[in-house]
């Protein structure tokens, strides 16, 4: 399973990205304006630009148009940043029109603001090369985010969609496990979440352990 991150703020992509394990990065306008906040002021295409240099993977930059003609405006503007940008469409009708013309056009569309598996279906049907299901989301409406994954993934592999599944939305390190577990292509990660992930306390435990002992046979 690839491991992105989900964030704009390049200190947070910068600092994941030494671990080693960062495939991608998505964005979307809340994420956006948050780190333009964080910077006192900025421009969202020199941030998209910055991001892209820091990951080699896919980097979801999102449209903020709502209507058919801006999105494929927006889309291309974004897409010409450069050549590991993917667009992040909303998952409505001109979002739909919007994903097969970008994509006709070579471009990777990241279908967004999914919540339901047969807006996955049209989604992966327009062109889509990832979608995303809001995990998160789902659960805070106690409805079980994770078990839309769980149908999204089936429906893909009974038809062989090359689209992949990036289970967004993620609060912690159980719907990491979950999408693992399912088959989910990626899961997109903010860095608290994938700080937890490292962590446990019996490592910590077991290695301070391992010190004290080595330092009665080490200099
Ligand atoms: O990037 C989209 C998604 O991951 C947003 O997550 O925590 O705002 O529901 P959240």
């Given at each position: 399973?690839?491991?992105?991150?989900?964030?704009?703020?390049?200190?947070?992509?910068?600092?994941?990205?030494?671990?080693?394990?960062?495939?991608?990065?998505?964005?979307?306008?809340?994420?956006?304006?948050?780190?333009?906040?964080?910077?006192?002021?900025?421009?969202?295409?020199?941030?998209?630009?910055?991001?892209?240099?820091?990951?080699?993977?896919?980097?979801?930059?999102?449209?903020?148009?709502?209507?058919?003609?801006?999105?494929?405006?927006?889309?291309?503007?974004?897409?010409?940043?450069?050549?590991?940008?993917?667009?992040?469409?909303?998952?409505?009708?001109?979002?739909?029109?919007?994903?097969?013309?970008?994509?006709?056009?070579?471009?990777?569309?990241?279908?967004?603001?999914?919540?339901?598996?047969?807006?996955?279906?049209?989604?992966?049907?327009?062109?889509?090369?990832?979608?995303?299901?809001?995990?998160?989301?789902?659960?805070?409406?106690?409805?079980?985010?994770?078990?839309?994954?769980?149908?999204?993934?089936?429906?893909?592999?009974?038809?062989?969609?090359?689209?992949?599944?990036?289970?967004?939305?993620?609060?912690?390190?159980?719907?990491?496990?979950?999408?693992?577990?399912?088959?989910?292509?990626?899961?997109?990660?903010?860095?608290?979440?994938?700080?937890?992930?490292?962590?446990h306390p019996l490592?910590d435990?077991?290695?301070?352990?391992?010190?004290?002992?080595?330092?009665?046979?080490?200099?």
């Amino acid at each position: 399973m690839k491991l992105f991150i989900d964030t704009a703020n390049t200190d947070e992509i910068r600092a994941a990205a030494t671990l080693g394990l960062l495939d991608g990065v998505t964005t979307n306008p809340s994420l956006l304006a948050k780190e333009i906040a964080r910077r006192g002021g900025g421009e969202q295409e020199a941030i998209f630009k910055e991001i892209c240099e820091l990951v080699p993977g896919p980097v979801s930059a999102e449209v903020t148009a709502t209507d058919y003609e801006g999105m494929v405006r927006q889309g291309r503007e974004v897409a010409a940043i450069a050549s590991n940008v993917v667009v992040k469409c909303p998952l409505t009708e001109d979002g739909l029109r919007a994903t097969r013309t970008l994509s006709g056009e070579g471009i990777g569309v990241n279908a967004t603001l999914v919540f339901q598996p047969i807006q996955a279906l049209l989604a992966a049907k327009a062109g889509a090369a990832y979608v995303s299901p809001f995990v998160g989301r789902l659960d805070d409406i106690s409805t079980t985010g994770m078990a839309t994954v769980q149908e999204i993934v089936e429906i893909f592999s009974n038809y062989a969609f090359s689209t992949e599944v990036i289970v967004a939305s993620v609060r912690n390190p159980i719907h990491v496990v979950d999408a693992a577990r399912m088959g989910a292509d990626i899961a997109t990660i903010p860095y608290g979440v994938i700080m937890q992930l490292v962590k446990h306390p019996l490592t910590d435990i077991g290695l301070a352990r391992f010190v004290a002992d080595a330092a009665k046979y080490t200099s």
